[in-house]
């Protein structure tokens, strides 16, 4: 039950994606999708429910709960550290 929930959330995260997509072609395309930072916000808040519905059984102490924190941080972080550097040498 809880994959088809996970499954139908992703199709709607996937669908808010592409219309985040559209909204980066120039203004004057055909494609331009003039809503799309819209697509921004909802990307956002399905995330939150993906990785909720995702996780919520696997934390259940503050051990766990650490853990995901500290795995969440090395995956994420290098690569926003790295686009720092290049943009200010840039």
Do not use: C
């Not at 559209?22 to 395309?29: A, F, V, W």
């Amino acid at each position: 039950m809880k994959k088809n929930k996970i499954f139908a959330l992703e199709s709607l995260w996937g669908l808010a994606a592409v219309f985040v997509a559209l909204y980066h072609y120039p203004s004057t395309s055909f494609l331009h999708f003039k809503n799309g930072s819209l697509g921004v916000a909802y990307f956002f808040v399905l995330s939150g429910f993906v990785i909720t519905l995702n996780y919520l059984d696997k934390i259940n102490s503050l051990k766990d709960l650490l853990n995901f924190q500290i795995k969440r941080f090395y995956r994420l972080y290098p690569t926003h550290i790295f686009i720092l550097f290049i943009v200010l040498i840039v």
